[in-house]
């Protein structure tokens, strides 16, 4: 079972999501309470005003916290069901309340907001085994025109061992033999490297280059 860190990492709360779902404020923050196991126990979630979140299971019965579901060691159909129920609440909430926020660069975060405003798009998480790799698509013909990816500089060659986002977008085959110099542009990381590119989002690339790219890709997506 994923502990609570892990289950919220790269996502971002979004406040106006929380009374529909069921959190009452508090003074403290947010929570919300909910049944397990028809009954038998009593699930609290908290989100404290920090962005801390803690969840606590009450055994109606004993009226003593239930912590079994918590150890990876604890086995047995009950012991299992329960962690279960307690899993599935979590993963609605972070689903219901919170959004996706995995990229960070401040490059890439104007890439999100100009393809939302102009076309509309929002990012499409595709791979659970691949949880920072994200793309854009058309929505006449479903195919991909952007993907947004963080990984090692040094897997694009260059001797950094530092993370960073990046953008792979289309490309004609002679702007890709133009432009990729290993410093600015890159051959296509994980694309088919004769039709796509990839650039860093961390400045080398002025973001009014990088808006204009993106608009050729969309266009290139058509075909």
């Known amino acids: 079972m994923k502990d609570i860190d892990h289950l919220f990492k790269n996502?971002?709360?979004n406040p106006t999501r929380l009374a529909p779902f069921g959190f009452v404020p508090t003074g403290s923050g947010h929570t919300y309470s909910t049944d397990l196991l028809d009954?038998?126990?009593e699930m609290t979630v908290t989100i404290a005003r920090d962005g801390k979140i803690s969840a606590e299971v009450l055994d109606n019965a004993s009226q003593e916290p239930y912590?079994?579901?918590r150890v990876s060691d604890a086995t047995g159909a009950f012991v299992g069901k329960v962690r279960e129920e307690y899993q599935g609440v979590l993963d609605r909430i972070v689903e219901a309340c919170f959004e996706r926020d995995v990229f960070k660069s401040e490059y890439a975060k104007q890439v999100i907001r100009y393809v939302r405003e102009t076309y509309q798009d929002e990012l499409q998480f595709l791979w659970q085994k691949f949880p920072e790799n994200a793309i854009f698509?058309?929505?006449?013909n479903a195919k991909w025109y952007a993907a947004l990816l963080v990984l090692q500089k040094k897997k694009l060659g260059l001797d950094e061992d530092a993370t960073i986002d990046i953008i792979?977008?289309?490309a004609t085959p002679?702007?890709?033999?133009a432009l990729v110099d290993g410093e600015k542009y890159f051959p296509g990381f994980h694309m088919n490297k004769k039709h796509w590119l990839t650039i860093c989002l961390d400045g080398?690339?002025?973001i009014e280059e990088v808006l204009r790219?993106?608009?050729e890709s969309f266009v290139l997506a058509r075909g």
């Open 204 to 206: 080398s690339v002025p």
């Open 137 to 140: 698509r058309r929505k006449d």
């Open 174 to 177: 002679e702007d890709i033999e």
């Open 67 to 69: 912590v079994l579901h």
């Open 11 to 13: 996502r971002k709360l």
């Open 213 to 215: 790219r993106i608009d």
């Open 39 to 41: 009954g038998q126990f």
């Open 168 to 170: 792979d977008l289309r």
